[in-house]
């Protein structure tokens, strides 16, 4: 049972189902989080960044997540700091940060 405030007005590219992040708002047919796309975005990344980071979404789905999200601010930061609580400061870092050498591939393979 989520125990996040209600959906007050709905947007038709969010869903939020108890069986799905635990009720936490995602893109409708996805599993990714309102909550991380509006964390990002409030700290500067652009709509064109989150974009090239989920290319299958489309305008419309982040647009309307944003939206929903402004809709429903009390929601979405009851909903980040349980992520918080259960993730860890981590949760709030920003896509992009790690620079190239600090990625985790297999640093054998490299030439």
């Known amino acids: 049972?989520?125990?996040?405030?209600?959906?007050r007005v709905p947007h038709p590219h969010v869903e939020a189902h108890a069986?799905?992040?635990?009720?936490?708002?995602?893109?409708?047919?996805?599993?990714?989080?309102?909550?991380r796309l509006f964390s990002w975005h409030r700290r500067g990344?652009?709509?064109?960044?989150?974009?090239?980071?989920?290319?299958?979404?489309?305008?419309?789905?982040?647009?309307?997540?944003?939206?929903f999200a402004y809709d429903h601010l009390d929601l979405i930061e009851a909903d980040l700091e349980r992520e918080r609580n259960l993730v860890g400061p981590?949760?709030?870092d920003v896509p992009g940060k790690m620079s190239q050498q600090d990625l985790p591939f297999d640093k054998s393979r490299r030439r």
């Open 19 to 35: 069986d799905v992040l635990e009720g936490s708002p995602v893109v409708r047919g996805t599993r990714i989080p309102v909550r």
């Open 1 to 7: 049972m989520s125990d996040l405030p209600a959906v």
């Open 90 to 92: 981590q949760a709030d």
């Open 45 to 67: 990344i652009t709509v064109e960044t989150l974009l090239k980071r989920y290319p299958a979404l489309g305008a419309a789905c982040v647009l309307d997540a944003l939206s």
